[in-house]
Each structure stands twice: as C-alpha cells, then as structure tokens.
C-alpha cells in the first residue's frame, strides 16, 4: 500500500529483489619452488574458479644468500555480479649452491693419483666428473669438471672444476772424473740436475772397492748444481754412482751416471 495523509490505497504486483552473493577466494595451483636464475613461467590471469584478474609484484627469480620468499597478489577485474576477493600464491627461489672439494694434488708425473670424489664436502652432493679419472702421464694443469646428479632444489647445485697439476720428474748427471797423486788438492764431483726446478736432492753411494756408503746432497737457492770435494789423503780407487735426483716429492731413479776419482 501507498499513503498521503489519510488517502490510503493498496498496491499489488509490485516488488523488488536483492540478491547478496557471498565472496569468493579465487584459487590457484600451487606453484613449486625454484633456483636462483630459473625461468619461472608467468602467473595464470585467471583462476581455478573462473575469475580474471592481475598479479603484483612482477615476478622475482633471484636469490643470492638464502631462500627468497615473495607472497604475490592476484586482484579480480571488478564487474558486475563479480564477489571474488584479492588472493596470494607464495613462491620460494632458493639460492645455488656450488659443490666444494677438498684439493687434489699435486703429483708427479707417472704417479698413482687418487680418486675423484663422488660426492662434495658441503651437503654430500652426488655427481660425476669429466674426465672422470686424473691423469699423471702428461706435466701441466688440466681441468676436471664436475657435474651435479641433480639441480633441483632445495639443492640447487651446479657445476664445478678443479683444476690438478702434475709436476715433471727431474733429471741429473754427475761429472768428475780424474786420476790424481794421493795427498793432491781435492777435486770436486759435481750433481746436476734437470727437467725441473731447483732445489734439487741428488742421492749417490761411495764404493771404495770395498765399502759402500750412501749419501745426498742438496743444492742451494736457484742452482741446479752441486759440487761434492772427494778427500785426497787415502790412496784407491773411488766411484761415486749417482742413483736417485728428487724436486719436492717428486723423486727419479738414475741408471749408468757415476764418476771415479
């Protein structure tokens, strides 16, 4: 009914209708975690549920020192009968981890080298290596690189390197040769070394045609050589026979160099 004052009348057929429609949480699906630098794929405008919209913030992919959260969050393009309300999607970028090795080497030239190792010190990630075993037969650095079983995260691993030296075998020669009066100023037998870098370790052995003793000597600063005086004062026949030369730890035998005084 409709009045004015105490004019009354009674209306029919008329009516109107609200309708309040709950809101609605637009769903995504859950978006798996990523490495640092990754390609992450572009954030659906439109949910499970049917309702377009926009994400903000622009996407992040990077994570230098430890695991980056960003919350994003999806806005529905307001319209007519549209009850949708704002909703996020968590997204972790998990930094890269590069596999750390404890130093192999260095080793001399035709040695036995070891193994490399299957898996890094920091988290035991498992991989393999290329080449896969070291080699001693040539001198120089080579390098070996290791490539992660996995990548994925929480990992993230990548590659690695190592580069291993291999150190030459030196060589030596001994000169000295003479015959001389018993009693007569000293001559000097002289180590000479090669093939690497001084200091070098010269090892000979003393035949007075009865007796042998062993003995090394050592040259000093950036020589290669060393001079030996052999005493004067017995009388005989005495061979020094040159049997090993060595630079570090790195030791050669020595065939057929020897010197008779």
Do not use: R
């Not at 890094?120 to 992660?148: D, E, K, L, Q, R």
């Not at 005495?238 to 090993?244: A, D, I, K, V």
Request: proline share 9%; hydrophobic share 35%; aromatic share 6%.
């Amino acid at each position: 009914s409709v009045a004015v004052g105490s004019c009354s009348n009674n209306v029919n057929g008329q009516s109107a209708i609200v309708t309040v429609n709950p809101n609605v949480l637009p769903t995504f699906p859950v978006v798996p975690d990523y490495c640092n630098g990754a390609s992450i794929p572009a954030l659906p405008t439109t949910s499970d549920n049917g309702f377009a919209g926009s994400w903000s913030p622009a996407i992040n992919n990077v994570a230098t020192g430890a695991v980056v959260l960003t919350n994003y969050t999806f806005t529905p393009t307001a319209g007519a009968g549209i009850c949708a309300t704002q909703a996020s999607l968590a997204i972790n970028v998990h930094p890269n981890t590069t596999p750390t090795f404890t130093q192999l080497g260095p080793y001399c030239e035709n040695a036995a080298p070891a193994t490399l190792p299957l898996t890094s010190t920091n988290g035991s990630i498992a991989g393999t290596w290329s080449p896969a075993t070291i080699s001693t037969a040539a001198v120089g650095n080579s390098v070996y690189t290791f490539t992660p079983t996995s990548t994925a995260t929480p990992t993230c691993a990548t590659g690695a390197t190592m580069t291993i030296s291999i150190a030459p075998l030196p060589t030596a020669t001994i000169s000295g040769t003479t015959t001389l009066c018993q009693s007569a100023a000293q001559p000097n037998i002289t180590f000479t070394g090669a093939g690497s870098n001084p200091p070098y370790t010269f090892n000979y052995d003393i035949n007075d045609g009865t007796n042998t003793t062993s003995n090394s000597v050592s040259t000093l600063g950036a020589s290669s050589s060393i001079t030996v005086p052999v005493p004067t004062s017995t009388a005989g026949t005495f061979t020094y026979t040159l049997t090993s030369v060595a630079v570090g730890s790195c030791s050669n035998n020595v065939n057929g160099q020897s010197a008779i005084v």
